[in-house]
């Protein structure tokens, strides 16, 4: 395989060498007035461009900015909109590309808990569902106050507030408040009776450079299959105190209640048997109860039956006149539960100082604060109400009448229950003379997590006692409830070096995090673990081939921290499992090297980059059974995965009205070792297997006309076939998704109405029928699991919206 990096590294070589012969015969034009290149960043933006390429960057980075995301129906999320760039995977259940159980993202083969997420610098955490150490950007911030989004494929800057940026990183930015007073705001109506409405109050300048803006944001849509709603409300709220040259003071306040029904994750049985648009059964309580009976009762005769030798003779069921056939159509208990749903409710909040110390000395320092409360429930066959258990009212719940054992019903209402409580602050020092710019800081964290996993009590009657989209109370039982501590401490140091045409940087980051658990109920773990590296390099490289072309390269280390939780990470096991892994277990490393070659002439922009990855004891973590039985998965040591690959994009404005992008990804990533036990032994053949869900080839386009008055848009996105079993015996295949909108602003000439406009959007515009997510209920090392989610089928949405 080293001959099959050299080559691809040679062959991205060549690439580069030739845009640099471009380049060179480029820069015998006429050059540009002085500024022109430094400047051309803010140019492009002015005039509606994506300024994608990252020209002047030693690593693999690129820019989506708020015009890009004003193109896309509002309340998209802003992982939807990078989606078309190389290297990025991204897939999720809806069109809005928010439903947060399916969401996911990969870059170049790492997924979601792999990567770094910031946003104005504030840590989110690795974003994942049921996020223990931060929040998703979709309840970070209302995405229609986005300024933009910076996504780093390799690696991300030394001074990013991660733990977990093994793969690369996504820096999202907010807008400023405006100098002057305005009001702005969009309304939304399309398919499954989707309603979303925004509205932002700009105060412009007050005096003495204070200005500030609060915006509401409201979303509410049916599901696109089967019953249920998903909603949220948003509140963003940011104060600045401008102080010119010598910086500015910035305070914000973001708040977030999302509440959503589940889509039921799916099986290719399920898919052969009951079709892709097969979903939770909300609408038929009666059902959802008889399916529960009828799995209770086959449980109870398998159960007599073994302690019998094989013999029924007296077997009594668990409940009477239900039987031991499902209804026609339903083959187990998993082909359909009544309900799921996910509850969070974010508070994030914080002082920004961004000043001049001197006129060489800079520093730009965060303090934060976020609380989050939530919940993800399932409504379950696989635990039984008891009688005498509290309703939601608090009044115990009688013995069924269908019941021989007492029970109050055959369904129970399983909810795991998240706290978090964090706060940190990041500071930077920047110091810059002439050539040389030099920059030190650290970030500390302290995190309280609190998790349990609870039941409460269902009835037996016609329709049910709880509602999936409220917080509960008054459980009958409590499985486990732990407090999971994390402290977190990073520094860097880093030097940018200017020479002539080429410059230099490089440093170094290092960081301790402490992982403590304290189990407060149950037989999980208590213990402690750390993960400590106090120098994790990076250096780098550009090259000005001329004022049109440049070469880059960069090398860098990673490390990710362990996480505290009990449901992922290295305490989600017995307390036995946790001490036989404890001294062995190391943190998940990575060592990235890339280089490559960007060009721009005229309205031309061109970007291409090789690049190699050694991903060093790669954590496997096997699930086991549905995962509405909550058992804990396998956590195992993979040994190492080894990545390399090629990126290219292009950007082309025709005429100043009509731009073009492309973009193509090459990937292959494989284990390079088997899975084995303490002694040695394998227990999965996983060396040489590709890794789950990663595509191997990419190809990304897209279509934008915008003259000032008629804009419009058209996108393709294709991936190839991603496996979801560590022995890649199961697959889903590739597909190709377009997506397209239309609309009309309204000039000076059109009085009242200047300012306004109007759109229309089609997702999904071909109505392909597809898998979207893989992984929700994690992977296996061979065979079906119900881990799959559809894809949302065409739908369309008509926005009027003023002032963006």
Known sequence: MTKIVAYLLAGTGMLTMAVAAQAQDAAKAPKPATGAQGNSGDAEAAHGDIVVLGFGQARQVQTVAAIDMERLTPGTSPLKAIAKLPGVNFQSADAFGAYEWSTRISLRGFNQNQLGFTLDGVPLGDMSYGNVNGLHISRAIISDNLASTTVAQGAGALGTASTSNLGGTLQFVSR??????????????????????????????????VK?????????????KGFGRQRQQQVNAKLMKDMGARGSITAFVDYSDRRENDYQDLSYDIIRRRGLNNDNITDNYSLALQIARVYQNQTALASYQKANNGSSAGFVAPWTGAGLTYPSGFGTPDDAYYNAAGLRRDVLGGVTFDGKLTDE??????SYYHYNKGQGSWITPYSATPAGALGPDGTPLAASSTSTTGLASPLGFRVTEYSISRGGNLTNLFYETGANRFEVGAWYESNSFTQAR????????????????????????????GKYDTETLQYHVADTLTLGNLTLNGGW?????KNQANLLVGSLVNGRIKAEDWFLPQVGAVYHVSEAAELFASYTENMRAFVSSATTGPFATTQAGFNGIRSTLKPETSKTIEGGGRLRSGGLQLSAVGYFIDFSNRLLSFANGSGIQGNPPTLN????????????????????????F??????????????????????TATAGKTVVDTPEHMVKGEVVYDDGHVFARAGADYLSKRYFTYLNDQSVPGRVLVDASIGYRFGEDAGALHGVAIEGSVTNLTDKRYISTVGTNGFTASGDNQTLLAGAPRQWFVTLRRGF
């Open 176 to 209: 400023k408040p405006s100098d002057t007073f305005d009001i702005v705001g969009s309304g939304t109506y399309g398919s499954n009776n989707t309603w979303r409405g925004f509205a932002r109050l700009d105060t412009g300048d007050l005096g003495g450079g």
């Open 212 to 224: 500030g803006y609060l915006s509401y944001a409201y979303l509410t849509t049916d599901k696109w």
């Open 361 to 366: 000395l800079s520093i730009v320092s965060t």
């Open 454 to 481: 609870r039941f409460y009590g269902m009835n037996d009657g016609t329709s049910p006692n709880r509602n999936a989209l409220e917080f509960q109370s008054n459980p009958y039982r409590t499985q486990w409830y």
């Open 509 to 513: 980051k290092g960081m301790r995090v």
């Open 637 to 660: 040591n993979a040994g190492s995965v080894h990545s390399y690959g090629a990126e290219v994009s292009a950007f082309y404005r025709i005429v100043r009205p009509l731009s073009l």
């Open 662 to 683: 492309a973009s193509y990804s090459y990937n292959h990533a494989t284990y390079q070792d088997d899975v084995k036990n303490a002694a040695g032994a394998v227990l």
